[in-house]
């Protein structure tokens, strides 16, 4: 009896190790790819953040005219 006990308790947790084994596998390489997604998201979101501020900047500076900037004062 009691070696019946000791060989099913051996059973039921190698099936647990081999269950989690696989799903720790399966999540780390979720994780893996979900991280290659945000970070390809976050270079395309600083690039057109990069362009808008480019193409802000020049309009700004077209709306300008050079009267309006003042002169520097000299020390």
């Given at each position: 009896m009691g070696l019946t006990n000791f060989v099913l308790t051996v059973a039921g947790v190698?099936?647990?190790i081999l269950l989690l084994r696989s799903d720790v596998?399966?999540?780390a390489s979720i994780f893996r790819?979900?991280?290659k997604h945000v970070r390809q998201?976050?270079?395309e979101e600083t690039a057109d953040a990069s362009?808008?501020?480019e193409k802000s900047a020049?309009?700004?500076?077209s709306k300008?005219?050079?009267?309006d900037v003042?002169?520097?004062?000299?020390?």
């Open positions: 190698s099936a647990v596998k399966q999540s790819r979900n991280v998201w976050l270079e362009k808008a501020i020049k309009e700004l500076e300008i005219s050079p009267k003042p002169k520097k004062d000299k020390d």
